[in-house]
């Protein structure tokens, strides 16, 4: 039997709700199985323990986590605590402490979801946005002087390394490979931004030549939005900086249909850390408590993590019970439904244990 450690960090708003649904199918596939054994532990860190404690997660915190395979990580932030405190307190210590470089957000419209794009339907949108995500725009360098007086300064300073940016570009080129149509594409600013983006696309063409079969082009980030409107199909595997590929992910999650469908994982390649899997949804305060935040891609996510596992089988089969779900017309009112988490749950589920 084999056995994945998974540390379970539901944290705030809607994040117990999507992390609990997400537990049950995982324990339903596991069961499903019989070869793999998840051992879960739950870790109540968040808002409501920097409220108790002052901060979101004990000082031990990385320490308890490196134990485990995983991370099973919900939604981070609190209407009555600033966004920066709980970011920069309890996702990115963990993304930048594992060296989890590699951010990848598959997209895809999945049966019965009604995309807004009128003439996309499923098929003509299959995307893997990899993110760039221990560094550049989002390292943390910068600060404020004179604050509050009508000199204040504020940097914020992009830091892009070679390192930083050959290892995220090998990370892409070989999952465009990977997929069946191997095409990249390498999203910079590189006429406005002279260094660092210069420094992208020449790295890019480096890169490029351990990888002769694959097919890459170069986009604009401006340029790139309006492509992902007009040609969808003309896209596979995207590769971009920090803040370039956080909002290209978000209007990738659009035009699949919702943001409630769509998966991350915080991958550190190499393994030395346990990698960090959730929606990128955030805590949805708005919806909270009432039963009907869409756990699908916390499913999703949890696909991914199985993946990363080694649990290819029941990633696999996680995906095709939600598919048939979605499918059904079963889903929550994001997509246009009305079924609760529950249900939605509860069929997913059900779908695993019934295929044969
Ligand atoms: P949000 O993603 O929480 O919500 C945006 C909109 O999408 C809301 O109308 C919400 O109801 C809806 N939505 C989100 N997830 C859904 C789901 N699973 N099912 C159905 N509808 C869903 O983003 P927002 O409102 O900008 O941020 C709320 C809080 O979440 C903030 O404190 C923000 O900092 C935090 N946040 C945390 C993230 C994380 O932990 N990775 C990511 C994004 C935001
Ligand atoms: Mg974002």
Request: charged share 25%.
């Amino acid at each position: 039997m084999r056995k994945h450690a998974i540390a379970a960090i539901p944290a705030d708003g809607i994040g117990p709700e999507v992390i609990a649904a997400g537990l049950q199918a995982l324990e339903a596939l596991a069961r499903r199985s019989g070869e793999f054994e998840l051992k879960v532990e739950v870790f109540p860190w968040g808002s409501d323990y920097y409220k108790e404690h002052g901060v979101l997660m004990p000082e031990d915190g990385l320490a308890r986590l490196k134990a485990f395979d995983a991370i099973y990580f919900g939604a981070v932030g609190a209407p009555d605590v600033p966004d920066h405190v709980t970011l920069w307190g309890l996702r990115l210590p963990i993304c930048q402490g594992f060296d989890q470089y590699a951010n990848v957000r598959p997209t895809r419209i999945l049966p019965g979801v009604t995309p807004p794009l009128r003439d996309c339907g499923p098929g003509d949108l299959d995307w893997v946005i990899v993110r760039e995500n221990s560094e550049g725009e989002y390292a943390g360098h910068g600060g404020r002087a004179h604050r509050g007086l009508p000199e204040e300064v504020a940097t914020e300073t992009a830091i892009f390394t070679r390192v930083g940016v050959t290892r995220i570009m090998r990370y892409a080129f070989r999952l465009a490979q990977s997929r069946p149509r191997k095409l990249l594409t390498v999203v910079t600013k590189s006429n406005a931004q002279r260094f660092g983006m210069v420094m992208w696309d020449e790295i890019a063409a480096e890169v490029s030549k351990d990888f002769p079969d694959v097919t890459w082009d170069k986009m604009l980030v401006d340029a790139m939005t309006m492509r992902m409107v007009l040609k969808p199909q003309s896209i596979d595997t995207v590769v971009a900086t920090n803040l370039h590929a956080d909002i290209l992910s978000d209007l990738a999650a659009a035009l699949a249909g919702s943001l409630g469908v769509a998966p991350t994982g915080n991958i550190d390649p190499e393994r030395r850390f346990p990698s960090m899997f959730e929606p990128i949804h955030g805590s949805a305060f708005d919806i909270t408590g009432k039963g009907i935040a869409n756990p699908i891609a916390t499913f999703w996510s949890g696909a991914q993590m199985l993946e990363h596992l080694g649990e290819a089988e029941a990633a696999k089969r996680l995906m095709r019970a939600v598919e048939k779900v979605s499918g059904s017309g079963l889903v929550t009112p994001d997509l246009g439904g009305t079924a609760t988490t529950q249900q939605v749950t509860d069929a997913v589920c059900e779908a695993i244990r019934a295929e044969n």
